[in-house]
Structure formats: C-alpha cells, structure tokens
C-alpha cells in the first residue's frame, strides 16, 4: 500500500472526518462530528494556517495528516506544526508514517517552511518514527498550552 498524499479540499470532507473521528476517539479527544468539521473546513477551503493531507489512495485513504502553519524569528520564518497524524491500526507499521515524512519534510522545505514540530506522549510508540525522522526534543523547553 502507497502512502501517497493529497491536498484536502472541500471535497474530500466525508472521507477525511471519519478518519478524523477515529483519530479523536483512539486518543481520547472529545468533540463531535459538527465541531470538527467546522475545525477543518477552512483548511479545507484554503486558509493560509494549514493544510490536511490524506494519506493513501484519495477515494479510501488509510489516514491523514495536518499541518498547521506559523512564523518564527528563532526559526528565520514560517514554522510549521504537526497538528495530527493518524494511520489506521490495520495497515500501521508498515512503514507509512516514514515515508509520508520522507515525502513531506522536503515538499514544506521547498515552499520555504523553516522549522516543523510536533507534539507526541512520551510512551508513543510514534516516538522512535519521529527520531527516524530527525525530530528530537529541545533541551531546556517543553509545549505549554493555555486553552481558550
């Protein structure tokens, strides 16, 4: 199975919020469907904060990944964070996750990304994917959130 990716748009969003809702429920998120397809509708629809990808074949994805988008002066300009990454049980380990990574990491380069991070539970097992990757903590910070 490819991990090929492809830009959501407005119409790809009854493929995508299920993936989304299973995404939400395995990690514990609450919300519901209306909520989260107002969530992503303007990425959908083009909002320069972020983008949704699906990954795998565009009709029956087997996940999807979002980025969403802001600048650094640290970094020297647009920073980017991995907002959601998902991959359905069935077909993880298969070694999707690196290669929509492989893939991703120098197309973002490319349209001039400076930084991509990522938040993850530390006993994920995604960890070592994301080392593979290059990602590695910052000594001295950690997320912080304040919720709206």
Not at 2 to 8: D, F, K, N, P, V
Not at 113 to 130: D, G, M
């Amino acid at each position: 199975m490819s991990a090929s990716l492809h830009l959501c748009t407005a119409e790809d969003i009854d493929v995508l919020l299920p993936l989304v809702t299973a995404y939400h429920n395995y990690a514990g998120h609450s919300g519901t469907d209306t909520e989260r397809r107002a969530a992503l509708m303007p990425l959908l629809q083009g909002t320069p904060h972020g983008v949704a990808y699906l990954i795998g074949p565009r009709k029956a994805p087997v996940g999807y990944i979002v980025i969403s988008f802001g600048y650094s002066v640290e970094f020297g300009g647009i920073d980017g964070l991995i907002d959601e990454f998902f991959i359905r049980s069935g077909v993880r380990g298969r070694g999707m996750g690196s290669e929509v990574l492989a893939s991703l990491l120098p197309a973002l380069s490319e349209h001039g990304v400076k930084a991509l991070h990522l938040k993850v539970t530390t006993e994920s097992r995604a960890n070592r994917l994301f080392a593979r990757a290059g990602f590695r903590p910052r000594d001295g910070y950690h997320l912080m959130t304040r919720v709206f």
